[in-house]
């Protein structure tokens, strides 16, 4: 396999290591901008995607990461109750300056930025899930216990 990953990727693999991770990122030829285009790429479900994104608090416009299911809808009134504030949804530039990554390619740790993290719940009724990498071509498999510990996030319903 090749080793060669765009610096954007690299970031996140040297992060894994720093923390003590053996994950291997791998960049496909496809985009795995999505998550349904993710699963497709890996040939997992949909589900098995942990799609990071990146919400805005409305009050404070602090950046909160929540990493969901890939076929789930965050419930932002839900949400809203844990991070207490309400939750809107940052522009590109945002997710951008407070991550380091673009949409489409955020992966679960190596931010620019520290961010508070959620994790749902339903990531952890997998064996092995798959995350972004650090660009829409870029995925690492890991499993949900490793998503927690890596990332510290706090883990509960979030649909
Ligand atoms: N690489 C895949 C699978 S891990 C991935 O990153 N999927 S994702 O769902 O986590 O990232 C795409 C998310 O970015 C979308 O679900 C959406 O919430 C957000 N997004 C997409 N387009 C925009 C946009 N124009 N502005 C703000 N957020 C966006």
């Not at 994950?23 to 795995?32: A, H, V």
């Not at 809808?73 to 951008?96: H, S, T």
Request: glycine share 8%; hydrophobic share 40%.
């Amino acid at each position: 396999m090749s080793t060669t990953l765009k610096p954007s990727a690299q970031k996140v693999q040297d992060t894994l290591i720093e923390l003590g991770f053996a994950n291997t990122i791998i960049e496909l030829p496809n985009s795995t901008r999505t998550a349904v285009e993710a699963a497709q790429a890996v040939g997992c479900d949909v589900a098995q995607i942990a799609k990071s994104l990146v919400f805005k608090t409305k009050r404070t416009q602090r950046p909160v990461l929540i990493i969901a299911g890939g076929s789930n809808r965050v419930n932002e009134k839900k949400m809203r109750a844990v991070i207490g504030e309400k939750l809107g949804k940052p522009d590109a530039n945002f997710v951008r300056r407070h991550t380091g990554f673009v949409i489409g390619g955020v992966p679960p740790v190596g931010h620019a930025t520290r961010l508070e993290t959620y994790i749902d719940e339903d990531l952890l009724q997998h064996e092995t899930i798959w995350a972004a990498g650090g660009n829409p071509f870029a995925l690492f498999q890991l499993t949900p216990a490793e998503l927690v510990a890596m990332t510290g996030g706090q883990v509960l319903a979030v649909k």
